[in-house]
């Protein structure tokens, strides 16, 4: 992102902060939304498999390693819907849901960067959609800041009814934001095995090396996810990561 040109086209207070939309000056189509000057999403309009956030091209890639074919998601959180409109661009036909509690932010992302067809965004808890959801075969939680999450994200209420809720290839991912010693990854990924079975594991190695604050993304699936090459896109990317089962 380092070599990127933008300029700010609007500026809104949000929930959880001052939110800033900045044009890309080299590609006029895409915006970066940061929230207190931290990026949190870049969508391309033109191209939504540019992905130039490493978390958001690992979740991309377990997301081409499913079952091909047309999905049904729920995505909890998640700012402008990168992934979303990701998943809508490589696999045609999707119906998706994206939900958040931030209705300013949703107001926001709507003013400048319009959802294609196959979206559907509505300003709600997480854990009160996936309450009724069913029939889903991917669900992807988008929600923490550093080294917190809601805590019903992390409760066993909120991991049965997602269980519930899935069918097909039963795929949950978990983008968490963490410090070193991995205190909220850790109790995330013991929720999702009491539940589910051991999460693999994609983590920043920065984080592993205790040098700041990163990214890990937990996995559970039951489709068969080819995990030496998630390792190999992991390691080459510009924020290589590390892929284990388990911590």
Do not use: C, K, W
């Not at 380092?2 to 080299?26: C, L, N, P």
């Not at 805590?151 to 934001?177: C, K, M, Q, W, Y």
């Not at 604050?213 to 080459?236: T, W, Y």
């Amino acid at each position: 992102m380092v070599t990127m040109r933008f300029e700010t086209v609007d500026r809104r207070r949000v929930r959880f902060g001052m939110a800033d939309v900045e044009q890309d000056r080299d590609r006029r189509e895409a915006r970066l939304i940061s929230i207190d000057g931290t990026p949190q999403s870049y969508v391309d309009l033109l191209d939504p498999a540019n992905l130039p956030f490493g978390v958001t091209r690992r979740i991309a890639d377990v997301v081409d390693a499913l079952p091909p074919g047309a999905v049904n998601a729920l995505h909890i959180g998640g700012a402008a819907g990168s992934l979303p409109r990701y998943v809508q661009h490589v696999r045609r036909g999707s119906d998706q849901l994206l939900v958040d509690v931030d209705g300013a932010m949703v107001d926001l992302v709507h003013a400048h960067l319009p959802f294609p067809t196959g979206i559907t965004v509505r300003v709600e808890n997480g854990l009160d959609t996936v309450r009724t959801a069913r029939d889903l075969d991917l669900v992807v939680v988008d929600a923490s800041a550093v080294g917190a999450m809601p805590e019903e994200f992390a409760g066993a209420e909120f991991h049965r009814h997602v269980s519930d809720a899935l069918t097909g290839s039963r795929t949950l991912v978990v983008n968490v934001l963490d410090r070193p010693g991995l205190a909220l990854t850790t109790r995330l990924a013991d929720a999702i095995t009491e539940r589910s079975g051991v999460p693999l594991v994609i983590a920043d190695l920065g984080l592993l090396a205790g040098t700041g604050p990163g990214h890990v993304v937990l996995v559970s699936s039951e489709a068969v996810l080819p995990v030496a090459e998630l390792e190999a896109r992991a390691r080459e990317a510009s924020s290589p990561a590390s892929v284990s089962l388990g911590l």
